[in-house]
């Protein structure tokens, strides 16, 4: 048993020294009491101009922190004109959109509220709406200046830090635990290494830690602009904030313009864009296996705030 404990440790230590991904750890340095009231504020489709959208309406936290359309649905059923990325683990994203417009997630927390097609409001007056309510009392219970842009898109943000997914089965192999996955799952991890998938796929998220041009190799004839939208650089036309692979198999259809509806379609389509590469059946489903270990724990629509 000594040496068996031994083993283990030195197969974990290795595996934390030589992956590119590592493990998700609990978020830490949590306001809690900001981050409930930022859970209400979530759940609560009084931010939007005509009460009907939450930001929950696009991030349903039950099902992988999308909502599984190809574009989503906003005030007086305006349709939007890029695929909702997930809220989950987005903490761990290095800039916030598709096109990285945002810093981090409190900058973020304003755009779909002020967004005409989203939300439709503007911060002024979503302001006054909102300190007619019961958030006058709680804002001011936690924050000396009430109801401000600042203190509503901080505690926004302070609760979206919480959305993280612990426990995937590939973090439990990345600690020593060797049964935490299938054989092919394992393999699917090695031909992801192989292939060049982990060139942009890599790090604690899996994905969100730099930018990458849709369509390498070949053209993705893609519409949006991407990055270029920000920057108005030709060099930037096409390129796009890498998605974390987290909880990949629960957030289709996929790519911004979510052209791919189901996962093994993705990595087809990954594969032969950004790679030039054609994967056989088998390696399709390998990489598919690994991909789906990278589920983790779903945090629960709980509205656990209480006044």
């Known amino acids: ?98 096109d990285g417009r945002a810093r981090n997630l409190q900058e973020q927390a304003l755009g779909p509220i002020e967004n005409p097609v989203e939300m439709g409001f503007n911060m002024k007056d979503l302001l006054t709406k909102l300190k007619k309510t019961e958030y006058q009392k709680l804002f001011k219970k936690i924050y000396a200046e009430g109801i401000t842009q600042e203190s509503l898109t901080e505690s926004l943000a302070e609760y979206e830090k919480t959305l993280v997914t612990l426990n995937a089965p590939f973090d439990k192999y990345l600690k020593g635990d060797s049964t935490a996955i299938s054989q092919e799952a394992k393999k699917g991890y090695e031909l992801f290494k192989q292939k060049g998938c982990i060139n942009c796929h890599h790090g604690v998220n899996v994905g969100g830690n730099l930018y990458s041009k849709f369509g390498v190799m070949q053209d993705a004839k893609a519409e949006s602009l991407g990055r270029y939208n920000v920057t108005k650089k030709k060099r930037d036309r096409y390129y796009f904030k890498v998605p974390s692979l987290r909880n990949i198999e629960h957030t289709a259809p996929y790519f911004h313009d979510g052209r791919a509806k189901t996962l093994k379609v993705a990595i087809k389509t990954m594969a032969k864009l950004q790679l030039g590469r054609y994967l056989s059946d088998k390696e399709l489903q390998n990489i598919e296996a690994f991909l789906k270990s990278l589920s983790g724990d779903m945090p629960k629509m709980r509205n656990i705030y209480v006044p």
């Open 1 to 98: 048993m000594k040496y068996l404990l031994v083993i283990t440790l030195f197969f974990s230590s290795f595996l934390f020294a030589t992956s590119p991904i590592t493990p998700l750890e609990a978020p830490q340095n949590i306001n809690y009491a900001k981050a409930k009231l930022g859970e209400k504020l979530f759940f609560d489709t009084r931010l939007s101009v005509d009460n009907t959208i939450a930001c929950a309406s696009c991030h349903k936290l039950d099902e992988g922190g999308d909502d599984n359309l190809q574009f989503s649905y906003g005030v007086k059923g305006r349709k939007g004109v890029i695929n909702a990325p997930t809220v989950l683990n987005a903490v761990h994203n290095f800039r916030q959109y598709w």
